[in-house]
């Protein structure tokens, strides 16, 4: 039965008082009455709030306009390094298509060559070999020219594209 009677004496929890203490805290201004911390009450002038708003608007406007212009410098940097990226994807596609008609055909000579039963048939090989691989290089060597022209070609139409809408839009700002 005591145990019952302290319980009940017991004040009311922490919590409450902490609330009610904090509400009270917070409504409380510090230097309610100190003049230095008040502002004082003055009317701005019509033409200098009309300057202002003006002044606002225009930066509102070169900001529209200078992100648009990044905007799509940003897309047009995008495009030409896809541009890039897919002609020397090509050109090492070529290269390695190169490389392994070049490897085969050394081991088709190989393998020829180990047949071979005379050295007048090893000759007439090796002489036949060479020429076949001289012209195959001389082939491709034309196709990587032409492929590294027309990549070069690619990246340069991209940028001067590039370079003739920037200065339009220059011009028009």
């Known amino acids: 039965m005591t145990e019952t009677k302290t319980a009940a004496a017991a004040p009311a929890p922490k919590t409450a008082r902490a609330k009610t203490a904090k509400t009270t805290e ?3 201004t510090p230097f309610p009455n100190f003049e230095a911390f008040t502002m004082p009450k003055m009317e701005i002038p019509s033409v200098s709030r009309e300057m202002a708003e003006k002044g ?3 930066a509102r406007d070169a900001y529209a306009k200078f992100k648009t212009m990044a905007e799509e410098a940003t897309d047009m940097m995008e495009d030409s390094f896809e541009t890039t990226r897919r002609g020397v994807l090509d050109f090492n ?3 390695v298509d190169n490389a392994k008609t070049n490897t085969d055909a050394t081991f088709q000579f190989v393998k020829d060559l ?3 039963k005379s050295v007048a048939d090893m000759i007439e090989l090796q002489t036949s070999f060479a020429r076949s691989q001289f012209e195959t290089l001389t082939a491709q060597a034309k196709d990587m020219q032409e ?3 027309k990549l070069g070609s690619e990246m340069t139409e991209t940028v001067k594209d590039a370079v003739e809408k920037a200065s339009k839009d220059f011009k028009a700002a």
């Open 93 to 95: 596609h070529k290269a």
């Open 56 to 58: 606002i608007e225009q």
């Open 114 to 116: 180990f047949e071979v």
């Open 147 to 149: 492929l590294s022209t």
């Open 26 to 28: 917070s409504t409380v």
